[in-house]
């Protein structure tokens, strides 16, 4: 299965809204012994085991809305059948901070990641688990506002978030889409 964690490259993201698919990715690869650096189809590529399942976590290199030319490059030379081996993580302007959705398939719900991946596929027949990053306040502007980083007073939040969500890509794994949706939606 490949498990690709949205996000743009380059430090000055690191901690960026829009990078909660890097930041899983991160998270999941050493407690999975694995080190995602290795270079193939404009992303970086880690392999790992996980539930008993061996997966590729993968954080493309391209920019956001580039995303799905990474993605169709890794599917198309392991000749996978998305839906049942692909997983994308992003965040969700749309869901309040800190909330989780897991889907088996759906549209791109005006995420430009999203949008670029079912493009290249030309599907939109993959699972996905979206993190919430909905501001409690009016956002003048809404690319800035996924592009800023989260504050610092936010941080322990962030990371208990990305613990759940660590949690359900291992029950994702573990026990299906299914019934990580009725455990985590």
């Not at 790992?48 to 290199?61: F, M, N, T, W, Y």
């Not at 580039?66 to 998305?82: E, M, N, P, T, W």
């Amino acid at each position: 299965m490949l498990i690709v964690g949205l996000g743009n490259p380059g430090p000055e993201y690191e901690w960026s809204r829009h990078n909660l698919g890097f930041m899983l990715i991160d998270k999941l690869a050493p407690a999975a012994g694995a080190e995602v650096k290795r270079r193939e189809c404009l992303s970086l590529v880690g392999r790992a085991e996980i539930e008993g399942c061996r997966v590729e976590l993968i954080k493309p290199q391209t920019f956001m809305n580039l995303s799905g030319d990474a993605v169709a490059c890794l599917v198309a030379k392991r000749s996978l059948i998305a839906p049942e081996n692909l997983l994308v993580i992003s965040d969700d302007l749309a869901l309040p901070f800190g909330a989780i959705r897991i889907r088996a398939k759906g549209s791109a719900g005006g995420h430009n990641g999203l949008k670029s991946i079912i493009g290249a596929l030309g599907s939109n027949e993959f699972a996905r688990l979206r993190i919430g990053i909905q501001p409690d306040h009016p956002v003048a502007d809404v690319k800035r506002f996924v592009l800023d980083p989260f504050p610092r007073s936010a941080r322990v939040q962030v990371e208990e978030v990305l613990d759940r969500s660590a949690e359900a890509v291992r029950t994702i794994l573990r026990d299906g889409v299914l019934k990580a949706m009725a455990e985590f939606n």
